[in-house]
């Protein structure tokens, strides 16, 4: 039984170590963007898509802009999220 979970395992690896290979890309946002967010008091809209960072958001989905700064947000499902506007991509989710 042994031998047959380390054979299974050994199978596994080459499949698993890809996924480490990816990288992603950390935006560090100015505090002053999240304040901004946390204190605005945008409507929050229902969506029943899943919110991951650095995936875009569907071009229906309204964006507020943060003024003075290249970044948009919106408040989906009580969360509220923080978005480039020019790609519609995920930042970050504030909880």
């Not at 029943?48 to 003075?68: F, H, I």
């Not at 009580?78 to 480039?84: A, G, L, N, Q, W």
């Amino acid at each position: 039984m042994r031998l047959l979970s380390a054979a299974l395992f050994a199978l596994s690896l080459p499949i698993a170590l890809p996924a480490f290979a990816q990288s992603t890309t950390t935006v560090v946002l100015p505090g002053e963007v999240r304040t901004y967010v946390l204190q605005q008091q945008t409507p929050s809209v229902v969506y029943d898509g899943e919110v991951v960072v650095g995936q875009p958001l569907p071009g229906s989905v309204k964006l507020y802009r943060v003024p003075d700064q290249d970044y948009s947000y919106t408040i989906l499902n009580d969360r509220r999220v923080i978005i480039d506007p020019r790609t519609h991509a995920v930042i970050e989710v504030l909880e």
